[in-house]
C-alpha cells in the first residue's frame, strides 16, 4: 500500500501499514528499568521517561516526557494538595514489566512495547492502552489509544452538543464563539479535557491535563478504540476509579475544585435580553412582574446600558438616573447582573484603557506592542488575566458598580472572542505572561475565560468581602467552576434546542459545571408559544433558570403570549420558588460533594445499562424524574420510570417501574417522585429577599431508604463557611400498620425562617386510625384520596416525630 502522509491519516501508519518514522510518530519503545521514588515510580524506556504517582487509593496520575524531562508547568486546573488521602504504590516486577498496586487500583506495566492499563483490585481489566498503538510522539504532539470495549459509554468533556454519550463521535478542545450552533457544530463555548467511562454500570474517569487544543475520538478513528491527542504541552493525565459513576465525578471535582455554594438569589427565576434599554424599560419589566405577581429574582443588563459597548462605563443618555434605577429595583427584590466584556476600548480617555496601558497590562504581539483587535467597542485591547496583578486591576474596576449596589456580573465573549479575522480569536502567536513565564496563546487560549472570571471574581471578594459574587462566564476550562456559574451560550429558539440542551447540561454538570442553565426560550429566533411555554415549564428543573433573547426576536417576558401562557408560566415560576428547599439543599451538596444536581439517569441508576444513554429524561437531585415532551408534532411518547415505585409529583398518585406511555397537554411537565423520598417546599415568595408566610412543608412519599435533607443559610453571605447554617435530616419507614416521619434534632446555630411543619404524606389507603406528634395525639389532620395532611406541627430545635397509625388491611 502506498503511504498516505496527510496528518488526518496519522493512525494508519501507526497500524503498521507505514513506518513510523516515515511520518515522524513514535512511541517511547520498551521499557528499560523502574525505579521507584518517595511518592512516584519513574519508568526509563528507550526514548524517554514515564512517571506513575498515586494521589489517593483511586486516583492516578501518569506524565509522559519523551526527551526525559517532565514538564514544570503549573496547572491552571489542579488545585495544590486537593487529596488528602495519600496511597503508596506496592511494585512488584515481572518478565513482562511490573504491577503497581492501590488498595482499588492495579496499574500494570507492559514491557514491549511500554503501555499502561488499569485494573481493579480483583485484576479485572478497567481500561488498557491499545495493544498495537502505543503512546507516540510527533515534536511536541502526541496522542494515546486505549481500547474500547463493545458496551462502554462515554460522557463529559464540557460544553458538548449532540447525543448525551459521545460514542463514535469525536471533539476537539479549543474554545471558540459558535453564535448560530446547531447539532453537529463543535468545539463550543468551554472545554474541559475529561470524560467518564461507564461499563456495566462501573466506571472510571481520565482528565488530561493539557491547555493546548487537543481532541478526543470515541471510535471514529478505530472501531475498537478510543484516543486524544494534542498539538502540544504535556501528556500528562490522571485517572479516577469508582466504580460507582459518583465517586469518580467526587474525585475529579475534589481534583480541580466545585462550585461555591451560590447566593439563593441565583437560583430564583432571572429575566434577560438582549437589551433591556432604555432605563425605563427596565423599570417597566420589573413593574410588570411585581404587578401580575410572578416572581422574579433578578433583571440582567446586556452591553447597551454601556456607553459606546465600552465595559464599565453607563450610557447616560439611556440611563440618566443609573443609581436609582440599581436602588429602586433593589426595593422590589430585584438583584441587577450586568455584563462585563473583558475586551477594553482602545480610546485614550477611557480609564480602563489608560490605567492598562500605563502599567502594561495587555496582552502583546510578538514585537513587544500591544495586541489590537475588533469587538463590541471597536478597536479594542485585552488584559493579560494569566498575571496575578493583572486580574487584581481587573477586580478593582468594579468598585462603582458594587457601590451602586450591581449584585452580579456577566462575563461574555471570554473565549476569546474577536470579530472579523476567520479564527475568531486572537493569533496564536500573541504573547502571554503566566506571573512572569512567557509562552503563546496556544497555551493561554482556553484557559484565558477561566482566569477572566478569577479576577472578577476575587475583585467582587476583595470589594465585598463577606458576600457571596456572582459572576456568569460562557467560557471555561477545566475548575472554571471555581470563581463561576455558566451556561450553554447562544442557543436557537427551536425543539431540537430545547431537547438538545438536557445532554448538554447533563455532561457539564459530569465535567465540574453543576451550576450551569440555558436561555429559555432560546436566544437566537422566535420561540412560538407552545414552545416557550414547554421551555419555561422544563426551566423549573435547570439549575440556573434564566429566560433570555437576542436582538430583533419576540419578546420572551411570561406575559407576552396572552392569559391562559401567562397563567402556566406563572404557576411554574411559582412552583421553582416552592421548591427552593429543596433545590438550595441540593446545591450545597453540590458544592460539598461535586455531585450536579441536574444528573443523567445513569448516574442515580449505574446498575440499569439501558439508561446509561438517556439523554431525554433526567434526575433533578436525587428524587426527581424529569421527563420532558421535547420533539414537537408527536403524539405520545415514552418514559422510563427505573424500577421500583414512583409518585406522579403533581397528584401524588403512585406509579409502578418501567415503560409508561403519556400525552402531556401544554400545562403539564411530566415529573415522577422517586419512592422513598421526603421533599421540602416553602409557600410560594415574590423573591428571596421575602419570608415565606406558611408553614414548611414535607412532602412525604414512602418507599425504601426513605429520606431526605434540608440545608438553610442565610443565603447571602460567606457566614456558613464558619458554621451559620442549619442542616435536618428527615427520615421515614412505614409498616402496614404505620407510617413514622421523623426530623432530626437540627445541626447548627442558624435560626431558618419556618416555625411551624406540615406533613404531606403520599400513598395512604388506608384510613388513619390516630396521629401523633411526639407521642401526644393530634386532630389536626385530613385525609384525602391517597393523602394524609398533618397541618400546623410546631417545630423546635430538636427532633421531632409524627406518627400515622392505620386501620390495616
Given at each position: ?81 486537593a487529596l488528602s488521602e495519600k496511597a503508596t504504590l506496592q511494585v512488584r516486577k515481572n518478565a513482562n514489566g511490573a504491577e503497581l498496586r492501590t488498595e482499588k487500583v492495579v496499574v500494570r506495566v507492559s514491557k514491549s512495547p511500554l503501555r499502561i492499563s488499569f485494573l481493579d483490585a ?164 420589573a413593574a410588570q412582574f411585581r404587578k401580575r405577581q410572578i416572581p422574579a429574582d433578578v433583571i440582567y443588563l446586556d452591553i447597551d446600558y454601556q456607553q459606546n459597548n465600552r465595559p464599565f462605563a453607563v450610557d447616560r443618555e439611556r440611563f440618566p438616573n443609573f443609581e436609582g434605577m ?484
Amino acid at each position: 500500500m502506498k503511504c498516505l502522509r496527510s496528518a488526518t491519516l496519522i493512525a494508519i501508519a501507526l497500524l503498521g501499514q507505514c513506518a513510523f518514522a516515515e511520518v515522524g510518530w513514535r512511541s517511547l519503545g520498551d521499557l528499560v528499568s523502574l525505579q521507584e521514588n518517595r511518592g512516584y515510580v519513574e519508568l526509563t524506556a528507550q526514548r524517554g521517561k514515564v512517571r506513575i504517582e498515586a494521589l489517593s487509593p483511586a486516583v492516578i496520575r501518569v506524565t509522559y516526557g519523551p526527551d526525559g524531562n517532565f514538564s514544570k508547568i503549573q496547572s491552571f486546573a489542579v488545585l495544590p494538595n486537593a487529596l488528602s488521602e495519600k496511597a503508596t504504590l506496592q511494585v512488584r516486577k515481572n518478565a513482562n514489566g511490573a504491577e503497581l498496586r492501590t488498595e482499588k487500583v492495579v496499574v500494570r506495566v507492559s514491557k514491549s512495547p511500554l503501555r499502561i492499563s488499569f485494573l481493579d483490585a480483583t485484576g479485572k481489566p478497567i481500561t488498557e492502552e491499545a495493544a498495537d498503538k502505543p503512546a507516540s510522539f510527533n515534536g511536541t504532539a502526541f496522542r494515546m489509544w486505549r481500547s474500547m470495549p463493545e458496551d462502554e459509554h462515554y460522557f463529559g468533556l464540557g460544553d458538548k452538543t449532540g447525543p448525551l454519550d459521545h460514542r463514535d463521535e469525536g471533539f476537539t478542545m479549543w474554545n471558540t464563539d459558535a453564535f448560530g450552533w446547531q447539532e453537529s457544530t463543535d468545539p463550543l463555548y468551554k472545554d474541559v479535557p475529561f470524560f467518564l467511562g461507564v461499563r456495566s454500570g462501573a466506571a472510571y474517569g481520565i482528565f488530561l491535563d493539557n491547555t493546548y487544543r487537543t481532541n478526543f475520538e470515541f471510535g471514529k478513528e478505530f472501531w475498537n478504540s478510543y484516543s486524544f491527542g494534542s498539538d502540544g504541552g504535556p501528556l500528562d493525565y490522571y485517572f479516577f476509579y469508582g466504580p460507582n459513576p459518583k465517586q469518580v465525578v467526587e474525585e475529579f471535582t475534589q481534583l480541580v475544585g466545585r462550585v461555591p455554594l451560590p447566593p439563593l438569589f441565583a437560583l430564583g427565576f432571572q429575566q434577560c435580553r438582549y437589551s433591556y434599554y432604555p432605563e425605563s424599560q427596565v423599570r417597566e419589566i420589573a413593574a410588570q412582574f411585581r404587578k401580575r405577581q410572578i416572581p422574579a429574582d433578578v433583571i440582567y443588563l446586556d452591553i447597551d446600558y454601556q456607553q459606546n459597548n465600552r465595559p464599565f462605563a453607563v450610557d447616560r443618555e439611556r440611563f440618566p438616573n443609573f443609581e436609582g434605577m440599581i436602588r429602586d429595583l433593589g426595593a422590589e427584590g430585584f438583584k441587577v447582573v450586568a455584563i462585563t466584556d473583558l475586551h477594553i476600548a482602545k480610546f485614550p480617555g477611557y480609564k480602563p484603557y489608560d490605567e492598562g496601558l500605563q502599567h502594561g497590562y495587555f496582552v502583546k504581539n510578538p514585537d513587544g506592542s500591544v495586541y489590537t483587535g475588533i469587538v463590541w467597542p471597536g478597536e479594542s485591547v485585552f488584559p493579560d488575566f494569566t498575571r496575578k496583578e493583572v486580574r487584581d486591576w481587573w477586580g478593582t474596576l468594579y468598585t462603582d458598580f458594587v457601590r451602586m449596589g450591581v449584585r452580579g456580573f456577566w462575563n461574555d465573549m471570554n473565549e476569546p472572542a474577536l470579530f472579523k479575522v476567520p479564527s475568531k480569536t486572537m493569533p496564536l502567536n500573541t504573547v502571554h505572561s503566566v506571573e512572569g513565564r512567557l509562552t503563546d496563546h496556544r497555551e493561554i487560549h482556553n484557559v484565558l475565560g477561566m482566569e477572566n472570571v478569577h479576577g472578577t471574581h476575587d475583585g467582587l471578594l476583595k470589594l465585598l468581602p463577606n458576600v457571596r459574587p456572582f459572576v456568569l462566564t460562557r467560557a471555561g476550562y477545566a475548575g472554571t467552576q471555581r470563581y463561576a456559574a455558566t451556561w450553554t451560550g447562544d442557543n436557537t429558539a427551536s425543539w431540537n434546542h430545547m431537547r438538545l440542551s438536557l445532554p448538554q447540561m447533563m455532561n457539564l454538570g459530569l465535567s465540574g459545571f453543576s451550576f450551569v442553565g440555558a436561555d429559555i426560550g432560546g436566544f437566537n429566533g422566535s420561540a412560538t408559544p407552545e414552545l416557550l411555554t414547554r421551555w419555561m415549564e422544563l426551566g423549573v428543573f435547570n439549575p440556573i433558570y434564566r429566560n433570555h433573547s437576542a436582538k430583533d426576536t419576540r419578546y420572551r417576558e411570561p406575559w407576552v403570549d396572552g392569559p391562559e401562557h401567562e397563567q402556566i408560566r406563572k404557576h411554574y415560576i411559582e412552583t421553582r420558588y416552592r421548591l427552593l428547599p429543596y433545590i438550595y439543599t441540593g446545591m450545597e451538596e453540590s458544592s460539598r460533594t461535586g455531585l450536579p444536581l441536574m444528573r443523567p439517569m445513569f448516574l442515580e441508576f449505574p446498575e440499569n445499562p439501558d439508561l446509561a444513554t438517556n439523554g431525554e429524561e433526567y434526575m433533578f437531585g436525587r428524587s426527581l424524574l424529569v421527563a420532558p415532551r421535547v420533539w414537537p408534532f408527536v403524539g405520545t411518547y415514552e418514559i422510563n420510570l427505573p424500577n421500583g415505585d414512583w409518585y406522579d409529583f403533581w397528584t401524588g398518585a403512585r406509579q409502578a417501574g418501567g415503560k409508561i406511555v403519556m400525552d402531556p397537554p401544554l400545562e403539564t411537565l411530566p415529573v415522577f417522585v422517586r419512592a422513598g423520598s421526603i421533599i421540602p417546599e416553602q409557600p410560594v415568595i415574590q423573591n428571596v429577599d421575602e419570608v415565606p408566610n406558611g408553614p414548611l412543608e414535607l412532602r412525604v412519599f414512602p418507599g425504601p431508604d426513605c429520606g431526605g435533607d434540608l440545608y438553610a443559610d442565610d443565603g447571602n453571605t460567606l457566614n456558613y463557611q464558619s458554621g451559620e447554617s442549619v442542616r435536618l435530616h428527615l427520615s421515614c419507614s412505614s409498616t402496614a400498620r404505620s407510617i413514622e416521619v421523623n426530623t432530626s434534632a437540627p445541626q447548627g446555630p442558624f435560626q431558618p425562617w419556618f416555625k411551624r411543619l406540615q406533613i404531606t404524606v403520599y400513598g395512604i389507603t388506608q384510613k388513619p386510625t390516630s396521629v401523633e406528634v411526639d407521642g401526644r395525639a393530634v386532630s389536626n389532620w385530613k385525609q384525602e384520596t391517597g393523602v394524609l395532611v398533618v397541618a400546623d406541627v410546631p417545630w423546635a430545635a430538636s427532633a421531632h416525630t409524627v406518627k400515622i397509625s392505620l386501620s390495616g388491611n
